[in-house]
């Protein structure tokens, strides 16, 4: 049950001997490539906690990047930089010509209430990961302590209560908006170590990437939701037009939160509702889900870890590029390819469709793969994080290669957001393999250090194109992006192991008579 700690032991486990714990494992194994898995029922309470595990998720998203609409519209179009913008262009061609009906007044509509320049706007959606990274493997530990139902519930809850105040807190002061996004990045915070606890609790090897990969495409509903949303009532005038965003997905994440906490519980056996042949197959692969003891932290054996290694590194590269595009995407559709307001956000949308078709399609085939052992699972992870790497470097670099073309800018925009959709199925999945009873905690370390990306990613973009929304700028921005991708892949493909690690287990003490304990 949610909030109830489990006992924590000494660094070992009791009394068992060497060989009866290499049968029980045996036997474990042979359970799990049994026909256990072919009698499940189609929907037990592991979907219903994927299900609504992915709702959270997108529901944290549309509270994250509505801002990142948002500000296009509550600062509008600074037109010195689009009368300078179109001066270059005549000169030397490095900024796109501005079509005849496109607005640039900030007069116009409910645009240009604030005057924020780039650098103040970088610092307004970067706030947000101060708070973000602060409290990722306080997450991760807490949820191991109190369990993931109840620490990922009032993470996403508590943040869409802060987004009712936010239209308040942006008309009071913007130092006021900046400490309001760094409390609501502090709540959200918690939230993917805490599912990852539950993800490790919930499912066996073979179906970890397939239900990792469904829990994250929510990062992608949330970003379709609120970037094509966001843009439509940002042009509107329902309650005051881009307030309205806030007010929306504010309210959407308040009832999420109620439906969370009456369906989802922590554990298989204290799930009131769980079947015995679904209970059966969880315990069938007990020494590769979570177990319910609370193992503590071998710091030093997980520093010495080059499979961590690998894996830290990879959520660094794959948090940059997330929070590069996320944040900045709007901005550079509609200050550089000219989008009008009421349709940047669809098109912003776009990409993360296909990143949402692309990761459903990938897992699905991948996992029907590895059921049958056509590949093994460390050969998924490695082609999936493979794919979706070079995959958006490639793409990025064929980007910086493109000016003005509407279609072919979409075009690869669409097929770099979309290849890393097969990320959940690879690096993503990782933490639960090499060490399921620390999945929380792991991942709390690995996002803290993710999250600085998002402090990084929109400071760089604004440093690079401050003063300078010109297409050369943006190519800078890119080709940097393409780099991290793929300088942090190659490291990973070599570092990599799908084996869960030594130290995941209690350690186990040897007594005097030579008994295990």
Same mark, same amino acid.
């Given at each position: 049950?949610?909030?109830?700690?489990?006992?924590?032991?000494?660094?070992?486990?009791?009394?068992?001997?060497?060989?009866?714990?290499?049968?029980?494992?045996?036997?474990?194994?042979?359970?799990?490539?049994?026909?256990?898995?072919?009698?499940?029922?189609?929907?037990?309470?592991?979907?219903?906690?994927?299900?609504?595990?992915?709702?959270?998720?997108?529901?944290?998203?549309?509270?994250?990047?509505?801002?990142?609409?948002?500000?296009?519209?509550?600062?509008?179009?600074?037109?010195?930089?689009?009368?300078?913008?179109?001066?270059?262009?005549?000169?030397?061609?490095?900024?796109?010509?501005?079509?005849?009906?496109?607005?640039?007044?900030?007069?116009?509509?409910?645009?240009?209430?604030?005057?924020?320049?780039?650098?103040?706007?970088?610092?307004?959606?970067?706030?947000?990961?101060?708070?973000?990274?602060?409290?990722?493997?306080?997450?991760?530990?807490?949820?191991?302590?109190?369990?993931?139902?109840?620490?990922?519930?009032?993470?996403?809850?508590?943040?869409?209560?802060?987004?009712?105040?936010?239209?308040?807190?942006?008309?009071?002061?913007?130092?006021?908006?900046?400490?309001?996004?760094?409390?609501?990045?502090?709540?959200?915070?918690?939230?993917?170590?805490?599912?990852?606890?539950?993800?490790?609790?919930?499912?066996?090897?073979?179906?970890?990437?397939?239900?990792?990969?469904?829990?994250?495409?929510?990062?992608?509903?949330?970003?379709?939701?609120?970037?094509?949303?966001?843009?439509?009532?940002?042009?509107?005038?329902?309650?005051?037009?881009?307030?309205?965003?806030?007010?929306?997905?504010?309210?959407?994440?308040?009832?999420?939160?109620?439906?969370?906490?009456?369906?989802?519980?922590?554990?298989?056996?204290?799930?009131?509702?769980?079947?015995?042949?679904?209970?059966?197959?969880?315990?069938?692969?007990?020494?590769?889900?979570?177990?319910?003891?609370?193992?503590?932290?071998?710091?030093?054996?997980?520093?010495?870890?080059?499979?961590?290694?690998?894996?830290?590194?990879?959520?660094?590269?794959?948090?940059?590029?997330?929070? &590069? =595009?996320? $944040? #900045?995407?709007?901005?550079?559709?509609?200050? !550089?390819?000219?989008?009008?307001?009421? %349709?940047?956000?669809? +098109?912003?949308?776009?990409?993360?469709?296909?990143?949402?078709?692309?990761?459903?399609?990938?897992?699905?085939?991948?996992?029907?793969?590895?059921?049958?052992?056509?590949?093994?699972?460390?050969?998924?992870?490695?082609?999936?994080?493979?794919?979706?790497?070079?995959?958006?470097?490639?793409?990025?670099?064929?980007?910086?290669?493109?000016?003005?073309?509407?279609?072919?800018?979409?075009?690869?925009?669409?097929?770099?957001?979309?290849?890393?959709? &097969? =990320?959940? $199925? #690879?690096?993503?999945?990782?933490?639960?393999? !090499?060490?399921?009873?620390?999945?929380? %905690?792991?991942?709390? +370390?690995?996002?803290?250090?993710?999250?600085?990306?998002?402090?990084?990613?929109?400071?760089?973009?604004?440093?690079?194109?401050?003063?300078?929304?010109?297409?050369?700028?943006?190519?800078?921005?890119?080709?940097?992006?393409?780099?991290?991708?793929?300088?942090?892949?190659?490291?990973?493909?070599?570092?990599?192991?799908?084996?869960?690690?030594?130290?995941?287990?209690?350690?186990?003490?040897?007594?005097?008579?030579?008994?295990?304990?």
């Amino acid at each position: 049950m949610a909030g109830a700690a489990p006992q924590e032991v000494p660094l070992r486990v009791a009394e068992r001997g060497e060989e009866e714990e290499g049968k029980e494992e045996e036997e474990e194994d042979d359970l799990s490539d049994s026909g256990i898995y072919e009698n499940l029922e189609w929907w037990g309470c592991r979907h219903t906690l994927c299900l609504m595990g992915l709702l959270g998720t997108a529901t944290a998203y549309t509270i994250r990047t509505s801002l990142s609409m948002a500000i296009v519209a509550m600062v509008g179009i600074r037109a010195p930089n689009h009368t300078m913008a179109a001066n270059t262009s005549a000169q030397d061609g490095d900024v796109c010509p501005i079509p005849e009906d496109f607005d640039t007044s900030p007069k116009q509509g409910l645009e240009g209430e604030f005057d924020w320049d780039e650098r103040k706007q970088g610092l307004i959606l970067g706030s947000f990961f101060y708070g973000y990274a602060s409290s990722n493997f306080l997450g991760g530990r807490a949820a191991e302590y109190l369990g993931g139902r109840l620490v990922y519930g009032l993470g996403i809850s508590i943040s869409a209560l802060l987004t009712f105040i936010t239209p308040f807190c942006a008309r009071w002061a913007m130092e006021v908006l900046v400490v309001l996004r760094i409390v609501e990045g502090f709540a959200q915070g918690v939230m993917f170590p805490a599912i990852n606890t539950m993800l490790a609790t919930w499912t066996s090897p073979v179906e970890r990437g397939k239900f990792t990969t469904f829990v994250h495409t929510g990062i992608q509903l949330g970003n379709i939701a609120s970037l094509s949303l966001s843009g439509v009532l940002c042009s509107s005038g329902f309650l005051g037009g881009w307030p309205a965003v806030f007010y929306v997905f504010g309210a959407l994440g308040l009832v999420w939160g109620v439906f969370w906490l009456l369906l989802v519980h922590d554990r298989p056996e204290t799930h009131p509702r769980i079947s015995p042949s679904e209970l059966r197959h969880l315990r069938a692969c007990k020494n590769k889900v979570k177990s319910d003891v609370l193992v503590p932290i071998p710091w030093r054996e997980i520093a010495k870890s080059p499979p961590f290694w690998a894996i830290f590194l990879m959520n660094w590269a794959s948090s940059y590029g997330l929070y &590069t =595009l996320m $944040a #900045g995407l709007p901005t550079y559709l509609r200050n !550089i390819q000219h989008f009008k307001m009421s %349709s940047s956000g669809l +098109v912003s949308a776009a990409p993360y469709l296909s990143m949402w078709i692309v990761s459903i399609v990938w897992s699905v085939i991948l996992d029907r793969l590895a059921a049958r052992k056509v590949m093994s699972v460390k050969t998924v992870r490695r082609v999936s994080t493979a794919f979706a790497s070079y995959g958006q470097t490639a793409f990025l670099l064929c980007l910086c290669l493109v000016e003005c073309n509407h279609a072919l800018v979409i075009g690869l925009l669409c097929a770099a957001v979309g290849a890393s959709g &097969t =990320l959940f $199925a #690879g690096y993503n999945s990782s933490h639960q393999d !090499i060490a399921p009873n620390l999945a929380g %905690s792991l991942k709390g +370390v690995t996002n803290t250090f993710g999250s600085v990306a998002g402090v990084v990613a929109p400071a760089v973009t604004g440093y690079v194109t401050q003063g300078n929304q010109t297409i050369g700028a943006w190519r800078v921005v890119f080709i940097v992006t393409a780099i991290t991708y793929f300088v942090m892949c190659t490291t990973y493909l070599f570092l990599m192991t799908d084996k869960v690690q030594p130290w995941n287990e209690p350690e186990k003490k040897t007594t005097n008579n030579g008994d295990r304990k």
